[in-house]
């Protein structure tokens, strides 16, 4: 019975109010996966791995917010081609990594921002460099 009280607290840590899992368990799959949901367009698996130290971005928006968010994010982060290099040590527990994009003959870097959450112990991506990857958005 302790055992399974454990397990529901362990889980509900790591689930949104709809029930999905959410964040990574380290910031590396967190960035892989943020970038992916993002070339595939994929509104919930962007917002999965996105969030705070306090609360993934889906505990703190609304769907309407999110959607705004995700397209500006989607525009911005298209590739043909990804490579991610790091972490190297942030400020506050964070983890920074290179990500280099290739989108046709366009190419960016940028940096993304991973946090720790602090109740579930999942990773999340808390930001990223945008200005960065702007030539990537352009059409």
């Not at 949901?37 to 609304?62: F, H, I, S």
């Not at 190297?88 to 940028?110: D, P």
Request: proline share 4%; net charge neutral.
């Amino acid at each position: 019975m302790v055992l399974v009280a454990m397990l529901g607290a362990l889980l509900t840590g790591c689930l949104s109010p709809g029930g999905a899992a959410t964040g990574a368990a380290t910031a590396e799959e967190a960035v892989r996966r943020y970038v992916a949901a993002a070339d595939a367009k994929d509104v919930d698996g962007l917002a999965a791995v996105w969030g705070t130290a306090q609360a993934p971005l889906a505990d703190r928006a609304g769907r309407p917010e999110i959607e705004r968010r995700a397209f500006i994010v989607f525009c911005h982060l298209q590739h043909d081609a990804v490579e991610l290099t790091g972490p190297a040590l942030g400020e506050g527990g964070r983890q920074l990594y290179r990500v280099a994009l290739r989108q046709g003959e366009r190419s960016a870097t940028t940096t993304f921002t991973t946090i720790q959450n602090a109740r579930s112990q999942r990773w999340f991506v808390e930001t990223f460099d945008l200005p960065a990857v702007v030539a990537l958005c352009t059409h």
